[in-house]
């Protein structure tokens, strides 16, 4: 639900109920202990609260949720699995550039006091800046009513810097090409609503043997009034240096990114550089009243395992969801309101 009192003062506050199940096959204790501790149902709030106007505002997102029919027990924080406060300063100049700065505290009660930098999560600052090949740099282009203007073709970079509150040091800074384009209505579909390439690299400050490349795509189609498609792919290559032709363990990209993605040979994938990290697919439905989801998602986890956890494993982690969303609220005196839109796999794919 959305509430604007005053241009520049809004408030949304959101509730839902969902289930987590984690399982795997593998005969390990710690392993099956872990997936158990992830695997209950929950109630969760999210409440928005943001002042000022869009080209800079100060936001807090207030989050909380409670599990219940627990399979495994959580020894330190019991059915409060989350509790958090997420404080933000943006400045959105939509769509040509967006500027901002997050961070997160954890509320929840610890065994053991916590310093106050150890209760922040990683300071987040983001800069963007995108470049239509038609009109350049335009304001408000997505805000103007002309069917017509609604259509872009551009590219654009992206620069997410991370900083350890905890630790008072850089932590990793990723540095994002992209093209994209959409707007367009194509053969067999009502629009194609956004295609996206991306090329990211990460340098990793604390160790730079982690830095990687990374590359990805995504696309959202409009099918028809009422079906809409979505789909997207990340890869990740940690040893890209061998993508030069003067390295003895030279291999050539197309070649090692064509075995790398084959769905059908896992032979092929084996000693690749570039390796499947995030992938999902998603089909929404529009009810009128309701909107009905279900995505597929698969996204590379790794756990620690085997005696004192000294282990890792690491595989790809494969999800169903199904949702149907109350978007209209007409019955209760206000106008059309889409009442919740996240998307579970979003923060994972993007």
Same mark, same amino acid.
């Given at each position: 639900?959305?509430?604007?009192?005053?241009?520049?003062?809004?408030?949304?506050?959101?509730?839902?109920?969902?289930?987590?199940?984690?399982?795997?096959?593998?005969?390990?204790?710690?392993?099956?202990?872990?997936?158990?501790?992830?695997?209950?149902?929950?109630?969760?709030?999210?409440?928005?609260?943001?002042?000022?106007?869009?080209?800079?505002?100060? #936001?807090?997102?207030?989050?909380?949720?409670?599990?219940?029919?627990?399979?495994?027990?959580?020894?330190?924080?019991?059915?409060?699995?989350?509790?958090?406060?997420?404080?933000?300063?943006?400045?959105?100049?939509?769509?040509?550039?967006?500027?901002?700065?997050?961070?997160?505290?954890?509320?929840?009660?610890?065994?053991?006091?916590?310093?106050?930098?150890?209760?922040?999560?990683?300071?987040?600052?983001?800069?963007?800046?995108?470049?239509?090949?038609?009109?350049?740099?335009?304001?408000?282009?997505?805000?103007?009513?002309?069917?017509?203007?609604?259509?872009?073709?551009?590219?654009?970079?992206?620069?997410?810097?991370?900083?350890?509150?905890?630790?008072?040091?850089?932590?990793?800074?990723?540095?994002?090409?992209?093209?994209?384009?959409?707007?367009?209505?194509?053969?067999?579909?009502?629009?194609?609503? #956004?295609?996206?390439?991306?090329?990211?690299?990460?340098?990793?400050?604390? *160790?730079?043997?982690?830095?990687?490349?990374?590359?990805?795509?995504?696309?959202?189609?409009?099918?028809?009034?009422?079906?809409?498609?979505?789909?997207?792919?990340?890869?990740?290559?940690?040893?890209?240096?061998?993508?030069?032709?003067?390295?003895?363990?030279?291999?050539?990209?197309?070649?090692?990114?064509?075995?790398?993605?084959?769905?059908?040979?896992? *032979?092929?994938?084996?000693?690749?550089?570039?390796?499947?990290?995030?992938?999902?697919?998603?089909?929404?439905?529009?009810?009128?009243?309701?909107?009905?989801?279900?995505?597929?998602?698969?996204?590379?986890?790794?756990?620690?395992?085997?005696?004192?956890?000294?282990?890792?494993?690491?595989?790809?982690? #494969?999800?169903?969801?199904?949702?149907?969303?109350?978007?209209?609220?007409?019955?209760?005196?206000?106008?059309?309101?889409?009442?919740?839109?996240?998307?579970?796999?979003?923060?994972?794919?993007?």
């Amino acid at each position: 639900m959305y509430m604007s009192f005053l241009p520049w003062l809004n408030f949304i506050p959101s509730a839902g109920v969902g289930v987590l199940h984690s399982y795997s096959d593998q005969n390990d204790d710690a392993l099956q202990r872990e997936l158990a501790r992830q695997s209950y149902g929950y109630l969760f709030t999210q409440d928005t609260l943001r002042i000022g106007y869009p080209f800079l505002y100060a #936001q807090g997102i207030y989050t909380q949720r409670y599990s219940f029919a627990d399979r495994g027990p959580d020894l330190t924080f019991g059915h409060n699995r989350m509790q958090a406060v997420t404080t933000s300063v943006v400045s959105d100049l939509n769509p040509y550039a967006l500027l901002s700065l997050t961070a997160t505290r954890d509320l929840r009660a610890y065994p053991n006091a916590l310093t106050e930098r150890e209760r922040w999560s990683d300071l987040i600052g983001r800069a963007q800046a995108d470049y239509d090949f038609i009109r350049g740099f335009t304001v408000n282009l997505y805000g103007l009513g002309q069917r017509k203007y609604n259509h872009f073709n551009g590219i654009g970079v992206l620069n997410t810097a991370t900083y350890s509150i905890q630790f008072d040091t850089m932590n990793t800074n990723d540095f994002q090409f992209y093209y994209r384009l959409g707007g367009y209505r194509l053969p067999l579909m009502r629009e194609l609503t #956004q295609f996206k390439i991306t090329s990211t690299y990460r340098h990793n400050f604390i *160790n730079i043997a982690e830095s990687n490349l990374r590359l990805g795509f995504e696309t959202d189609v409009l099918l028809h009034d009422y079906w809409r498609l979505r789909f997207a792919l990340n890869a990740i290559a940690d040893q890209f240096e061998r993508y030069q032709s003067n390295n003895p363990a030279y291999v050539p990209f197309f070649d090692d990114a064509l075995k790398s993605l084959n769905p059908f040979d896992p *032979n092929a994938r084996v000693g690749r550089i570039l390796n499947l990290e995030s992938f999902f697919v998603g089909l929404e439905h529009d009810l009128h009243k309701w909107l009905f989801r279900i995505t597929f998602a698969s996204q590379r986890r790794t756990i620690f395992t085997g005696a004192a956890l000294r282990d890792r494993t690491s595989f790809l982690e #494969q999800t169903i969801y199904i949702s149907f969303t109350l978007k209209d609220l007409q019955g209760f005196g206000l106008p059309y309101t889409e009442v919740y839109r996240y998307n579970p796999t979003d923060a994972g794919i993007k």
